[in-house]
């Protein structure tokens, strides 16, 4: 494909109620959308970096900005596909997140073109995925029994519990008494512990869950494993894993028996699949993650699930857990599973008057 050009575009979306984690709260979401335009078409992706750098290193701001510096004017002036742009991309240092929306918009136009949609590229073994739920940290045990109450009805067959310290054993405690040992459970803490409180975390061996998520800090394979010892949940890693060599690296350590896989944290779809091969060669359970993305992101990751690797349920909620309205045609839960798209590319894209009535922001970089 020869690409003519590439918008930046900035959308303002709103979330339905607070999101609290142990780094933060969100009212809202400051999204970057990408869309590149080729001889043949265009095609679309989300940028997941968040308008604070707390999760990770990124922050939306600095996304724009280096794609607009960077990493639009290295890509192939003529014979761009998505291989190629993670080769162009290469000799830049991190920036995953805002790799990752450029090399999936020039993937979305590529599958557009050939009328292949990402699910049959990727390797998608089934037509629809199971779906998980983040629930954040409330400010009452009540309120947070009302909202899992709501997710279970909703039909989610897992339940993830953000936690942090002061905000982890009772809550884990009365959701489980309340809705009994067949629930799907795990928890998420966000990398808010550290090595020092490993008798504390043992506590939640008693659950029953599925695994405790990301419990120490980002950098640390060592403890990790150390950890992973004394307790009898598993531990798996998510914000640790930004490449497939990192999940090598924590396959062979014992950090991990279980990965989350973000395709925006490990810079794209095509290292997202890598990671998942690898941890099937070695049988580790791998789920994919979410970014609060709009319908966009969405689909791509709702593709993702439907490798055969991807066996425990994902945060790929429906779209009514985080937006009013989406941008798209929203994904809607049926028997707790959401559809994998079977049309072009992302078999989705924005609906022109929703996009105009969030957008900020455009920014039009011709190559």
């Not at 265009?42 to 970096?49: I, K």
């Not at 292949?116 to 045990?141: H, K, N």
């Amino acid at each position: 494909m020869k690409i003519s050009g590439v918008e930046l575009r900035r959308i303002a979306m709103p979330l339905v109620a607070p999101f609290r984690t142990s780094f933060g709260v969100e009212t809202s979401r400051d999204v970057l959308l990408v869309r590149v335009v080729t001889e043949d078409g265009e095609g679309w992706a989300e940028c997941a970096a968040m308008s604070e750098p707390r999760y990770c290193s990124e922050y939306v701001d600095g996304a724009q900005d280096v794609l607009r510096k960077f990493l639009v004017p290295a890509l192939p002036k003529n014979g761009v596909d998505a291989a190629s742009v993670g080769r162009a991309l290469e000799p830049f240092t991190g920036h995953h997140m805002a790799k990752s929306a450029l090399e999936s918009a020039v993937l979305d136009a590529q599958l557009r073109a050939t009328g292949d949609s990402f699910g049959s590229y990727l390797g998608a073994a089934r037509d629809r995925v199971p779906c998980g739920v983040s629930v954040g940290i409330m400010d009452s045990i009540p309120e947070l029994l009302d909202a899992v109450e709501g997710y279970v009805a909703e039909g989610y067959v897992r339940i993830k519990l953000k936690i942090e310290p002061g905000w982890d054993v009772e809550p884990v405690r009365a959701v489980r008494e309340r809705f009994g040992d067949d629930l799907l459970l795990q928890v998420d803490a966000n990398a808010a512990y550290t090595l020092v409180d490993a008798q504390h975390l043992a506590k939640l061996d008693d659950f029953g869950l599925l695994l405790i998520e990301q419990p120490l800090a980002n950098d640390d394979f060592v403890q990790h494993a150390q950890l992973a010892r004394l307790l009898r949940t598993p531990i798996c890693l998510d914000e640790s894993i930004e490449s497939a060599a990192h999940a090598a690296a924590a396959i062979s350590l014992g950090s991990c028996s279980v990965i989350n896989i973000k395709p925006a944290r490990v810079g794209g779809y095509l290292e997202a699949r890598r990671i998942h091969d690898l941890a099937r060669a070695h049988g580790i359970p791998v789920w994919c993650g979410g970014m609060l993305e709009t319908g966009i992101g969405r689909a791509a990751n709702v593709a993702l699930a439907a490798l055969p690797g991807f066996t425990l349920p994902g945060d790929t909620s429906g779209s009514r857990r985080y937006f009013a309205t989406d941008i798209t045609e929203p994904f809607v839960l049926v028997d707790g599973h959401l559809t994998v798209p079977t049309g072009p590319g992302l078999g989705v894209e924005p609906l022109p008057d929703l996009l105009k009535e969030v957008t900020t922001s455009t920014e039009w970089l011709a190559l």
